[in-house]
């Protein structure tokens, strides 16, 4: 079974019989896809030919066939409408099982047939053609679809034309293969763990997960093509393990897990003491070892399966003012049984203090504070050769009663970011030179309100939703912000003084607008105008012989961003029974020359 | 022989007046407004054939009136020719009807025809329309049913009589239904809109009349319950009873999402057409942070997705990440009644219809 890729059909459309109970909205059909009550009882039943999807003014034939056991003169009624405007059309047979219609303007045109064939009423069909807008721009997503069961999840690149309501090309969705799967421990007994199957292809979507039980059986839906597998146990009871470059129809076996060493070492500070409470993991030949804490001296023992360190990572005790090392590219020195493993902090901690004080001057309790720092050099890991450690430094702390924040801290130099425990108030502190004495005093200030407006085309939108996401030092583990516009489309979001946001306003009903400041002050959020938004109609099949993509999410992303903005969702719609769905999208517009 | 005197009878033929006979052409027991009247005199009879003249008059017998007087269409015609009264009104029909044959001998019918017009009443039905629980019969509580006329024949305020139509309504509420409470509302000449209190059965009655005692009488039965609670249906990824999703700081963030609620008013993703009926769910958001044992709200935070960066955390941190979900609900507010730790919980045991899931995260 060989099936590769996603197939797109784009013309010459085919509506399966079976129209959609609700009317106009979501009966995009398309090539694929069999209705479920299109079965042995239906006396004859419709489907509809298109010539294809043209330009406004072009003509658009459509072809209906009956199929089915009814016998007798054939009678055919016609609809075709756009936005529920009923069209004009011309019967191009007799019995009029063909016709054409001219689209005076750019939409998704449904076209509607009925049919009597001697005694029996045919089941209709529906089939929407789009007509792009002259000049159209085209706005290019990646459109993820999870579908229901049947296929595993892919990633498919669409284009939305501007103008008018646009017609998607069906998306049928490659099966792919079910992998089901055991893995044992070196004892023969099967483990619970993560399983993730990373495709090797690099320009592959997102991660193929599954979860084995207490037997260690798992089981996936994956594409066609080469995995590199990776196991971790659960609760750390044995190192995690890859299995790379497996075809999709090896995932589905028994996978086993080596042998594991327990590889010892011990971790110092920067004076050289064991470090009690720290954990640490190694990666070894890539894969990640158990994880320990240290004991009172320092010391630590891990399980692995390989033999050349790759990496590690060490979180110091909590509040220890210490930073997090991490390393995921070191050398590869051998690492046996007889291996120690040393980790060594660079620098001593300082104490670092500071009185917080609210805008008027008054000591803040409980105000929440954040330090953080990025080192270059903040440790070093020996296994017979010395190699350097970069880390990060984020200590958290709250204020005492008096307003005074107290924490013992490595870097000399680094940010602060301070919110009281309201959340009304907060700082933004950029390469501090902190010192043991004396102690600094810190003011807050007022959250800025930061009024935006949004509005289409100068009208206000109501309901917009507002998403203030921090950025920079307010990143990560800072919540968006989020508030709603009123009917006058106006809404404030209470941001940081100093702050960097990425400010997204959303239409109710679908299209979004970016907007990315880096100093948070009152007023620097003009008016947002939002795009207007069209309809977007598609359908999901899956396989061959085609099956309907019923109950398949389909979600729509940016299709070249990077980081948190490649996650951000423009438009969702879940897959009716027919797997055909209609999601709001921005409209790209059209090109005015 | 004795002969006596001789003369002649002279015989005279006495020219008979025709006997009018009228024939009711279209006799089909029953005649209403619309309909047409059709007679003929083929029945009428004459002692010689003689060219016959036929004068009809159809009269109205006005309500209230001592006789029938209002000529309303006159005709004069050959036996053969048909008499055609069109029917406009209630009131009764008497026809008379006149033959003469050529020598003027005339003669009315023996006995008036009398033709009554029967009344139509008013034919409606009431249509009831609004949010039911998906697969059953039953509406929401708390949410408006539209209760609309539907006129079978005529318009909404003439029947098809052309009669004028006034309408009743009567509610029959639950017991325990507080009528400051409900609302009964008329919308215009068409119909009402009932927003109910309490769950139970109702009623709505429809009385339809006309002014010549045409009635007509509706009743629905509207069967209400409570609003079921919106369902997690998909995620992205999907929780795990016990198992952790890895999310390494290689990777960069990593986003854990709502794809699906299923919920008869408030679906998620919502409906693209904008449809004041429907409203959103919403979402609440948890994190149990690493080395804590009990969850914290996110605050302020209502979005469908989160999104966890690694670099916020240490390699080796376990979080969970939960989100609850709620949907419009009028009336007490519903309460998740699982321990913290349930990583899944749903208000009605065993229905599959989860208000909360939470992800199990493990950093590297």
Redesign the interface.
Known sequence: MKRTGIYLLSLALVASCGADGDGY?NTVDGGAGNDSDAGANIPCSLSLVSSGNTGVGQPIEMTAIVDGDAFGVQDFTWTVDVGGAIQNYTVLADPADRISFVPQEAGAYRVLVEAVVGSDSCTPSTLTVGVVATGARIASYRMRV?A?SGAPMQDVPIDVYGGADSVLPVTVLAPGDVASGRILDSNGVGV?A?V?ARLRDSTAPADY?S?SDSAGDFSMRLPEGRFDI?V?P?N?LAPAAIFADRASEEVGTTLNLAVPTTLSGQVLDSGGTGLAGA?V?LLVDGA?TT?ATTAADGTFSVSATGASLTGL?V?PP?SSGMP?L?A?SLSGQSVTAASNVLIRFSNPSIAAAVDITDSTGAAVANAQVEWRADLASAGTVNVGAVEALSG?L?VAATADGTGRVQSPLVARTSNLVVRTSA?NEGRILRDVPWATSPISTLSLQTLVSVPVQADVLGSAIGGAKI?ATPMGEL???S????ATTAADGSASVGLIPGGAYLISVAH???GQHAQFITNAQAGSVGPVSLPGTI?AEGQISIGSPLETGA?A?V?LFCDDCT??DR?R?HA???ADSTGRF???VADPGVDPN | MAIGAGGCFFTEVVNEAPVAGIRVLNDDGQHFIGDTLKFDATKTVDDVTNRLTCEWQARICDTGATGCTTIVDTMIGTVTDAFEVPVVGHERIEIQLRVTDELGATRLQPDLLSVDIQNRPPDVKLQDTGSKEGGTDSYILHRPINLVIDVQGGELLKDIDGDDVTYTWNLFAPPNSDVNVRSFEEVGDEGYILTPDVSGTWEVELIAEDAFGGRDEERVTLFVGPDSPPCLEALDPVPDPIGYYLVESTDGPRSFSVLSVRDVLDPFPGPVVEDPAFGESTFRWFLREPGKSAFTEITNYTAESYTVDPLSYDPGDLLELRVEVADRVSGPTRELGCADSARACELVAGSQCYQRQTWGVHIQ
């Open positions: 909205g999870v229901a619970a993560y993730r997960e979860f990776l971790v659960q750390s954990r993991s990640r994880e990572s979180a909590p997090s991490r995921e990060t984020r959340g998403e990143a990560p583990q919540t968006p912000t989020v109710p009903t679908g309809l109950g999410q979600r980081g948190a996650e969702v969702s719609a879940v209609t999601f709001r």
